[in-house]
């Protein structure tokens, strides 16, 4: 049992030892200001202890309650866990991340942000990285699930491992749309709408039989169609899904990173025409 706790939990600190030293040894002095800031703002208030809590409690409710994982007598975590957990983030990302520029719109505080001798860039990463460590947090913290599995059976950690990898990488393009979606509006709560809407399209545009049904009503009806097949072709959950089964491909991981640097510089496009 120590071991599977030690397998679990060396990779996340290993994981966590780099951030640190990345941010306090490599970023410039600018990016790891905004990002200590945003997480005081974070750990210091409700938001984080909220979404992290809600978080474990929903996804272990549905784990062992409704996914099954005591009675498919299958020592893996995809069936009853992993395929769940992006369906949690579609909420939890965007309440995570709806207040990261929205909040500097109500308060009046993203001209004085602006006005610094900063790179816009150093104040969207840093802030990017903060809600990231909440994210991460939610997912080391679920930790016992991984412990009862190894109890029960003889799973394979590696590819667990991977699951939540894909579900962590899930999280940051979540996140990452709604840092676009904050930046565009003051309010939070439009933000969190907005951000869950997109999110959910960005999810169900992978998902085959939906997009079937849209196909077989292709025609004159159907004038959204080619936003559907966009949203086809750039949904996250083909990727997810490869890597929560212990596939790792080098495609999947130039999706997730393409994906959330087109997000970020999208960020950057809102926040210089507000600049402007």
């Not at 509006?185 to 809407?197: C, D, E, K, N, P």
């Amino acid at each position: 049992m120590f071991e599977t706790f030690v397998s679990f939990l060396i990779p996340a600190l290993v994981v966590a030892a780099i951030f640190v030293v990345l941010l306090l040894f490599v970023a410039p002095r600018e990016l790891r200001t905004i990002c200590f800031r945003e997480l005081r703002s974070y750990f210091f208030s409700p938001i984080a202890y909220v979404c992290v809590v809600i978080f474990l409690i929903i996804s272990n409710v549905i784990t062992f309650w409704f996914g099954g994982a005591l009675e498919r007598g299958e020592a893996e975590l995809y069936g009853s866990y992993f395929q769940y957990i992006p369906w949690y983030l579609i909420v939890i990302a965007p309440a995570v991340g709806m207040r990261l520029w929205s909040e500097e719109h109500r308060l009046g505080t993203i001209e004085l942000l602006l006005t610094m001798p900063i790179a816009p860039w150093h104040a969207i990463l840093g802030k990017f990285l903060a809600a990231s460590v909440v994210i991460f947090a939610m997912l080391v913290l679920s930790f016992p699930v991984v412990i009862t599995m190894n109890y029960l059976g003889d799973p394979d950690n590696g590819v667990i491992l991977a699951g939540f990898t894909a579900c962590l990488l899930t999280g940051l393009c979540f996140l990452a749309v709604t840092s676009v979606i904050s930046a565009v509006t003051r309010s939070q709560v439009v933000a969190l709408l907005v951000s869950i809407v997109l999110c959910l399209a960005l999810w169900l545009g992978g998902l085959n039989p939906l997009v079937e049904l849209l196909d077989t009503m292709r025609g004159p009806g159907l004038i959204f169609w080619p936003a559907v097949k966009l949203l086809s072709s750039i949904s996250v959950m083909p990727h997810f899904n490869e890597l929560a089964k212990g596939v790792l491909g080098f495609r999947d991981i130039v999706f997730f990173a393409s994906f959330i640097a087109f997000c970020l510089f999208t960020t950057a496009m809102v926040i210089r025409l507000k600049r402007a």
